[in-house]
T-cell receptor, first 114, second 111 residues
């Protein structure tokens, strides 16, 4: 499978715990995006990388959230001191820089904070 | 502000045409997407239109763009039960990375 993969697919955690999600983009894609999707809503943009550089962060990304893409390939999204409001589907997408930017989405990681 | 709005539900009979509407706010958007999301599956790009176009046709899909009213529509001809899904309209800002999605329109196709 050469699509975008995310791990884990599901995560249940207790409030206050830290969680980390991983995204593996399509190999030749240099852009990587993180989104959050809550029930009944569309994906909300969180952050974006071009290669290893994080170029844009949404104000939705509080201080408890951090994302990295250390070698310009896979990315991690960490949430510290999780809150019940963090429960959502976290989506990763990747694309290749070009005039038309089609983002390819992964299946998502569903986070449930108890 | 940043906002993409869609009607939440649409129900059609199999074989009829479906029209899903969307309004967006940013006139500087470079292009607009329609994505499809089926239960348990990732978002799939259906079609897109550049902001300098008025219409795009792709097999059973027709996208109409009214830039003056910032209105986008997706028409699905001969709707099938397999078209039942959530359809998201999204606008892409200049630079091609920040994408704003609507809340999605849930399409129900009755056999």
């Amino acid at each position: 499978d050469t699509g975008v993969s995310q791990d884990p697919r599901h995560k249940i955690t207790k409030r206050g715990q830290n969680v980390t999600f991983r995204c593996d983009p399509i190999s030749e894609h240099n852009r990587l995006y993180w989104y959050r999707q809550t029930l009944g809503q569309g994906p909300e943009f969180l952050t974006y990388f071009q290669n290893e550089a994080q170029l844009e962060k949404s104000r939705l990304l509080s201080d408890r959230f951090s994302a990295e893409r250390p070698k310009g390939s896979f990315s991690t999204l960490e949430i510290q001191r999780t809150e019940q409001g963090d429960s959502a589907m976290y989506l990763c997408a990747s694309s290749f820089s070009s005039t038309f930017v089609e983002q390819f989405f992964g299946p998502g990681t569903r986070l449930t904070v108890l | 502000g940043e906002d993409v709005e869609q009607s939440l539900f649409l129900s059609v009979r199999e074989g009829d045409s479906s029209v899903i509407n969307c309004t967006y706010t940013d006139s500087s958007s470079t292009y607009l997407y329609w994505y499809k999301q089926e239960p348990g599956a990732g978002l799939q790009l259906l079609t897109y239109i550049f902001s300098n176009m008025d219409m795009k046709q792709d097999q059973r899909l027709t996208v109409l763009l009214n830039k003056k009213d910032k209105h986008l529509s997706l028409r699905i001809a001969d709707t099938q039960t397999g078209d039942s899904a959530i359809y998201f309209c999204a606008e892409v800002y200049p630079g091609g990375f920040k994408t704003i999605f609507g809340a999605g329109t849930r399409l129900f196709v009755k056999a």
